[in-house]
């Protein structure tokens, strides 16, 4: 398996933990912090977060308050240079509609998955997604409802 089919394994492994809810394997994707590097996470609207555990804690309480979650990833693109790799993509996000609604909402979101080489192998160094904002008839117009 080449670098870049790694990679992207391991960002599509990422995306799965999410979604199944499993935060052991959160766990196994993100990378240890060290004395020159430590693992960072930017949720849509949230300001950054810093260190592992920080940034686990974050997965745990999303995961513990998420009872359904879909991600569509659309125009990814791996950059690979030498130890370091991203991964940029759009999250076409689904998640059950408000409390008193039935079906789906979506919402899309920009986002940059930096993965560093370890001695362990690739882990993810870096999370940062940023909500698209549209206009509702952009949305509507994109078969997307807000």
């Not at 492994?13 to 004395?35: P, Q, R, V």
């Not at 791996?78 to 790799?85: E, H, N, P, W």
């Not at 940062?128 to 807000?146: K, Y």
């Amino acid at each position: 398996m080449t670098d870049i089919e790694e990679l992207e394994a391991l960002n599509e492994a990422f995306y799965h933990a999410f979604e199944s809810g499993d935060l052991d394997k959160m766990s196994e994707i993100w990378i240890e912090d060290t004395e020159d590097r430590v693992a960072m996470c930017v949720h849509p609207g949230w300001a950054m977060l810093s260190g592992r555990t920080a940034v686990l804690r974050s997965w745990a309480l999303f995961m513990a308050n998420t009872t359904y979650i879909q991600f569509v990833l659309t125009d990814v693109r791996t950059m690979l240079s030498g130890d370091v790799a991203v991964i940029t993509c759009t999250e076409d996000v689904l998640v059950p509609a408000g409390a008193d609604e039935l079906g789906f909402a979506t919402g899309l979101v920009v986002a940059s998955n930096t993965f560093i080489r370890t001695e362990s192998g690739w882990r993810l160094w870096m999370h940062h997604g940023s909500p698209i904002l549209q206009a509702e008839d952009e949305a509507e117009a994109d078969g997307h409802e807000r």
